[in-house]
């Protein structure tokens, strides 16, 4: 049995078949059609929509790679109010959506209380939504009000599952240890958990890949976000190149293969190196992609790498651009919030 076959009907390989199968591109076809039968298996032709509210880019971190790392003195700072946050959320419904992923920097000037507030009075105007969060590293009890808040699902990367491999992307006050806690801290409170990892930072092997892969499988997450790193002009890491596309759209459908009924967003950073970036990534097996709902003046202020794209049009202008795009690969945007088909994989 071919090593692609094997993996489609075991949803599983050894360490070495997945070096094997990572280090090459000669299985990259037959892995794309697999790939894409087994999500019309569990999702047809169905992609899902999030609208992406980016609110604010105050970080208290400075992630090694990131654009609005705490240290970079030259990004522009902004917060959007609870009414500018809400009334995304309401051109998002009018438009189509039905979830909303509020995802901003570690921000500690929104208190626990206003999160809740922010997600309670969007769950109330819209109580057939799915609200997402995305803030980064919390305390236990932090999640808990917001989980009581109305909050169905949150997102966190756990970026890289090996701890060497963490340390020399972050500053010694992170640890991977923290944030895998926060991770399955926040299962256990019963969200929808989206966990992740960046393909091609820097000092990432093929091993860290496959480690990455071990931790999603006792994770086992309901949502799974890759993307290449891109290199930012302000970081420690301007000078190193950017992730792979093509190994990203192999881990794509690796990891659509290994986890037949996880949501997979085809993401921004794809469609930033490649003009048809997140067409191919739906190709390979994604379901998912996140226009932004952001208002267009703090767009580009949102630039966690360099040359992001999406910074210049409105809502409705991105919805209608990545409709086409989902509609030219051949497959159709639905309007429902999109939970995963089942917790258990
Ligand atoms: N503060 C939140 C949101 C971070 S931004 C959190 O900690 O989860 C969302 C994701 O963007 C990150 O998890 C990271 O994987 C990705 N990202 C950050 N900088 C990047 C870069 N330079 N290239 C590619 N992806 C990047």
Excluded: W
Aim: some cysteine; aromatic content about 8%; glycine content about 6%.
């Amino acid at each position: 049995m071919s090593i692609v076959n094997k993996l489609e009907t075991e949803c599983d390989l050894s360490d070495s078949d997945l070096k094997a199968l990572l280090e090459t591109d000669i299985y990259d076809d037959k892995l794309k059609v697999s790939a894409d039968k087994v999500r019309q298996k569990f999702y047809g032709k169905d992609v899902y929509l999030r609208g992406l509210i980016e609110f604010t880019n105050h970080c208290k971190n400075n992630c090694l790679y990131c654009g609005i790392r705490a240290d970079n003195k030259n990004c522009e700072r902004y917060r959007l109010s609870k009414g500018e946050i809400f009334s995304c959320c309401r051109e998002g419904y009018e438009l189509g959506f039905r979830t909303f992923v509020l995802q901003g920097g570690e921000d500690l000037s929104y208190s626990d209380k206003d999160i809740c507030e922010i997600v309670s009075n969007v769950k109330a105007a819209y109580p057939d939504c799915a609200v997402t969060l995305s803030i980064g590293e919390r305390s236990k009890q932090s999640y808990i009000d917001y989980f009581n808040a109305g909050t169905d699902r949150y997102l966190l990367r756990h970026e890289t599952a090996n701890e060497e491999h963490y340390k020399r992307l972050h500053p010694s006050s992170m640890s991977s240890d923290n944030r895998k806690r926060c991770l399955f801290d926040l299962k256990e409170i019963g969200y929808q958990v989206g966990s992740g990892f960046m393909v091609g930072s820097p000092f990432q092997t093929t091993e860290c890949l496959i480690e990455d892969l071990r931790f999603l499988q006792v994770l086992e997450p309901d949502m799974i976000g890759i993307g290449p790193f891109i290199s930012h002009k302000h970081t420690p890491f301007k000078n190193y190149k950017n992730g792979s596309i093509s190994l990203t759209l192999r881990l794509i459908s690796v990891l659509r293969l290994m986890f037949p009924k996880a949501l997979i967003p085809a993401t921004t950073a794809l469609g930033t190196l490649h003009p048809r970036g997140r067409e191919m990534g739906l190709a390979c097996g994604a379901n998912v992609v996140m226009p932004n709902l952001s208002p267009v003046s703090v767009r580009n202020k949102y630039a966690i790498y360099d040359n992001k794209i999406c910074t210049g049009e409105e809502s409705a202008q991105c919805r209608t651009c990545l409709e086409r795009r989902v509609n030219s690969a051949g497959y159709k945007v639905v309007t429902d919030r999109g939970d995963a088909k089942t917790r258990l994989y």
